[in-house]
């Protein structure tokens, strides 16, 4: 008899090649176009190999997720793919029938360890690179194109350059063509530390602006990311490639 509809899906017949981290991005690049993921559960143990739990914040993106992903050929196996018997943690917790288990003891916090802040930074720009991987995936899948190891190596690589590191030069495109050094100086002028407008020849759509420091062009970057220079022109901003 088929489990009920919940939050999470079971998936069997994985890969049992591929490594637990890559797994896992991997299943939340071709399953985040569904809805939210709270989490994805993969565990290598010899009991657990080629299997994972998905578990989305909507029960509906759950059903989408299984109708549309059954029998998909992931990594050159088709996925097997269920609702789970039982509720996650998480939304067992959502719907106050979670039951606590022993907690295992806490390990010594050690000096190495990433500040609070660090890995909030850490995580945002990782799920920042996630959604890039998803809505390529996404594309990629609308195509046709076979989701193995080599795809999901460009899709790394795409998200790896997608943003580049802050630093105190911004990169603008999707620029209309009437775009000039005027315009963009007066728009970006109103920011400390500007410095300058540079146009690229021949390129009206495109161009770079400098800052005194990754600071100053962060705080640009984000108040101006997505702006209309015109009703059709939505201007992208990101850090130059140094």
Do not use: C, W
Request: proline share 5%; charged share 25%.
């Amino acid at each position: 008899m088929d489990n009920r509809p919940n939050h999470t899906i079971y998936i069997n017949n994985l890969n049992e090649k591929i490594k637990k981290e890559e797994l896992k991005k991997s299943l939340n690049a071709i399953f985040s176009q569904f809805g939210p993921i709270h989490d994805i559960i993969a565990l290598k143990t010899l009991k657990m190999r080629g299997q994972a739990f998905v578990i989305f914040k909507e029960i509906s993106s759950a059903t989408n997720a299984l109708r549309s992903m059954q029998g998909f050929p992931f990594y050159d196996k088709p996925m097997r793919i269920q609702y789970s018997k039982t509720d996650s943690d998480v939304i067992a917790k959502m719907k106050g029938s979670f039951v606590e288990r022993p907690k295992k003891p806490r390990r010594e916090a050690g000096s190495g360890e990433l500040s609070k802040k660090a890995k909030r930074k850490a995580a945002k720009e990782n799920m920042a690179k996630q959604q890039q991987m998803a809505a390529a995936a996404a594309s990629m899948m609308s195509q046709g194109i076979p989701f193995n190891q080599q795809t999901m190596q460009l899709l790394h690589a795409a998200a790896a350059v997608a943003e580049q590191p802050p630093n105190q030069i911004l990169f603008l495109t999707n620029l209309p063509d009437e775009t000039n050094e005027m315009m963009l100086s007066m728009l970006f002028n109103q920011f400390p530390g500007f410095k300058e407008v540079r146009l690229v020849p021949g390129r009206h759509d495109i161009a770079f602006v400098e800052f005194e420091n990754e600071i100053q062009s962060s705080a640009a970057k984000e108040a101006l990311q997505g702006f209309k220079i015109t009703p059709t022109n939505a201007m992208k901003i990101s850090f130059a490639k140094k």
